[in-house]
């Protein structure tokens, strides 16, 4: 059944559940005990292996605060205290001020009624990107918040902090960046001393970064272009890994993340976070909104928090590099394979054609086989433009092929419904080796990802 529709469609209280599994005994599970550890062997490059390798040799135990033994306790955030078993909202101040905007968000706290995790899921850190906030509106409801529904506070092990609207100044202007003109996914871990986003950021960062033991971080791509939906993490940071895997979805990007970036920021504090990319800036995309509740239920369910068993896709892309698909002339762009296509080598996926000389076109081909994660939507380019991003695909295409709909597009984990229960090491890893161009998959966008010594200050 269909998660976002049925959020909306829901009249009664017989049809409030986010998902038919609710209403069945789950899957059953195998009769055998998991005693392999996370799948590396056929991961990446070699080199990559031996760095995620190493980092899952170092072992750590639960923090002791999670036992049950200590029985459950106030959850203290921003100086208020939630009680165990409870949902309270709350607005916190980007700027603590006597005068001026504070710019204050609403938070809606859900703390459980035993010991677990502190999980925080955040949306629009860049304020023209809206499916994290329609996702965690949804979320937020009573379609999957309260008695029997996914999130039973009486049922939920540990603390859920959701946060639709991180970047409330850049969501009212429909604009990526806060006023003073800054990226606030440029500046963590942020300055109190410092210019405006910076002061931003490091309050975020000092009341809810720190005090989280993993972050979910909902994004779309920037203007002029829209994302398949995709999980980026640094594989080799053993939390982001085991949550990057928890999601369900089928593509995972290996990558630390731009300098400054809120998840590179809290992966060297220690803290667990992922990004979730999908659809485009200003629009609301249900495929993608769909799909990002559908992987937050997903990590808590994998987190242990809330009951069920996690949902797993019937096969994982584990990139490392990609190659770029650009134009070679200027013009108009006429995009004939969309975001989560499957194109063959030498596929003509983009036509360009110029109204001042009107009869001549370009074909744009792929230069080889592989996924489509992201297309250009502005039609203006000039020769170099990049039109594509694509992962090249030598193994496991007969995998993904069985998963492609009539137009040869990917059919996301969770955008048809919740698949069937399988483990872990049932799902087929395929890996996409190379580079990033530019250290990081957007790069070669166009976006400004270091900050001049102004911005930084």
């Known amino acids: ?145 309260g008695p029997g529904e996914d999130i039973d506070p009486s049922m939920l092990s540990g603390t859920i902090r959701i946060i639709p609207i991180i970047n409330l100044p850049g969501y009212r202007r429909q604009s990526r960046k806060f006023p003073d003109g800054r990226d606030l996914n440029r500046n963590f871990p942020g300055n109190r001393e410092s210019n405006t986003t910076s002061r931003i950021a490091n309050r975020i960062w000092e009341s809810i970064i720190q005090t989280s033991d993993h972050i979910i971080d909902l994004h779309t791509a920037a203007p002029g272009r829209t994302n398949m939906p995709q999980i980026r993490a640094n594989l080799a940071h053993p939390e982001s890994n085991r949550m990057a895997r928890s999601f369900g979805i089928e593509t995972i990007l290996d990558n630390e993340g731009p300098k400054g970036s809120l998840r590179r920021a809290a992966n060297r504090s220690g803290i667990g976070c992922i990004t979730y990319e999908g659809g485009g800036s200003n629009e609301a995309d249900p495929e993608s909104v769909q799909v990002a509740i559908y992987g937050v239920l997903n990590a808590l369910r994998s987190l242990r928090m809330i009951p069920g068993y996690p949902n797993r896709p019937h096969f994982r892309i584990l990139a490392s590099g990609s190659v770029w698909i650009r134009s070679d002339q200027g013009g108009l762009l006429d995009i004939l394979a969309p975001a989560g296509s499957f194109v063959d080598d030498g596929e003509v996926v983009a036509t ?106």
């Open 352 to 457: 360009i054609t110029d109204p001042e000389r009107p009869g001549i076109s370009h074909d744009v081909y792929s230069p080889s086989k592989g996924l489509l994660i992201c297309t250009a939507t502005h039609p203006f380019v000039t020769a170099g433009t990049p039109i594509g991003h694509l992962l090249p695909m030598k193994s496991g295409i007969r995998t993904l092929q069985k998963r492609l709909d009539e137009e040869g597009c990917l059919i996301i984990s969770g955008s048809d419904g919740e698949p069937p229960w399988r483990e872990d090491d049932d799902v087929e890893d395929i890996s996409v080796e190379g580079e990033w161009s530019g250290g990081n998959p957007d790069a070669e966008w166009g976006q400004n990802e270091h900050p001049s010594p102004e911005e930084e200050s």
């Open 1 to 145: 059944m269909n998660l976002f529709r049925e959020s909306l469609s829901a009249t009664d209280d017989e049809d409030k559940s986010p998902s038919t599994a609710k209403k069945k005994s789950p899957a059953p599970r195998k009769n055998r005990r998991r005693h392999k550890p996370l799948k590396v062997a056929n991961q990446l490059s070699p080199k990559r292996r031996k760095e995620i390798e190493k980092a899952f040799e170092r072992k750590s135990p639960s923090p002791k605060k999670w036992s049950r033994e200590s029985g459950p306790k106030t959850h203290l955030f921003d100086r208020k205290r939630i009680k165990p078993g409870s949902i309270r909202k709350i607005d916190f101040n980007l700027l603590d001020v006597e005068i001026g905007d504070s710019w204050p968000i609403p938070i809606t706290i859900i703390h459980g009624s035993r010991p677990g995790p502190v999980v925080t899921i955040l949306g629009a850190v860049h304020g023209n990107e809206l499916v994290g906030p329609l996702a965690l509106t949804y979320l937020c409801g009573p379609n999957f918040i």
